[in-house]
């Protein structure tokens, strides 16, 4: 066997990458699969790395230390700023149909409205996907709406997707916010909204207490 016939031969760096990209691919597939059966078959998957694999697909967390500061900062419960972005976006920059922009799917029209009350002067559009800018607009917006609505978290969360026009509607309705329940909010996507971050909130003070200073 001639030398050069011997030498072994080395893939370039991109196939390498390529195939430790499709690897991880189909391990993440795999994964997926394993986490919806196990959630079809009723099976609780707990502590260890597969139980943190199914954690992190079902109930992402990221950004943690702006949702703490700005959380601190607002006089928020960060679980519930955690949950709201869970809704809104599943911790994922992206844009609406409706021009909502970022992890809190700020609106063009609320984040206008925010710039001017916070006196961001130097606010452009553009700035909402940033994570620090949009966390920041999106916890003072729920500020606010929990200052509009004395300090009722249902009535803020219901504000915060069906806008505060249609909300202050069924308060009056209602008789007031301290007589408002679930079943005031007109719009069946708002109520199973509030039910979803009002619930997903509880799971992420169990499973991320220490990562978001509980």
Do not use: C
Not at 106 to 135: C, Y
Not at 147 to 166: L, P, T
Not at 194 to 201: A, W
């Amino acid at each position: 066997m001639s030398q050069a016939a011997a030498r072994p031969r080395i893939r370039p760096a991109r196939t390498r990458r390529t195939a430790a990209a499709a690897r991880r691919r189909v391990v993440l597939a795999a994964l997926a699969v394993i986490v919806v059966a196990s959630i079809t078959a009723g099976v609780v998957v707990g502590a260890g790395p597969l139980g943190d694999a199914v954690r992190e697909i079902t109930l992402p967390l990221r950004h943690d230390d702006i949702i703490r500061q700005q959380a601190a900062d607002k006089g928020l419960d960060p679980a519930l700023v955690a949950a709201v972005i869970y809704a809104e976006s599943k911790f994922r920059d992206q844009t609406s149909h409706a021009g909502a922009r970022g992890l809190m799917q700020i609106t063009p029209a609320t984040a206008e409205f925010i710039a001017r009350d916070s006196g961001g002067t130097r606010f452009v559009q553009a700035d909402l996907a940033t994570p620090q800018i949009n966390i920041s607009y999106g916890t003072y917006y729920l500020r606010y709406l929990l200052d509009r609505y004395d300090q009722k978290e249902m009535i803020a969360v219901a504000a915060y997707n069906a806008g505060h026009g249609n909300v202050d509607r069924w308060v009056r309705a209602a008789g007031g916010t301290d007589s408002f329940e679930l079943g005031d909010i007109r719009f069946p996507e708002t109520r199973a909204y509030v039910e979803n971050v009002l619930g997903r909130r509880g799971e992420y003070r169990d499973h991320y207490g220490d990562e978001l200073g509980l």
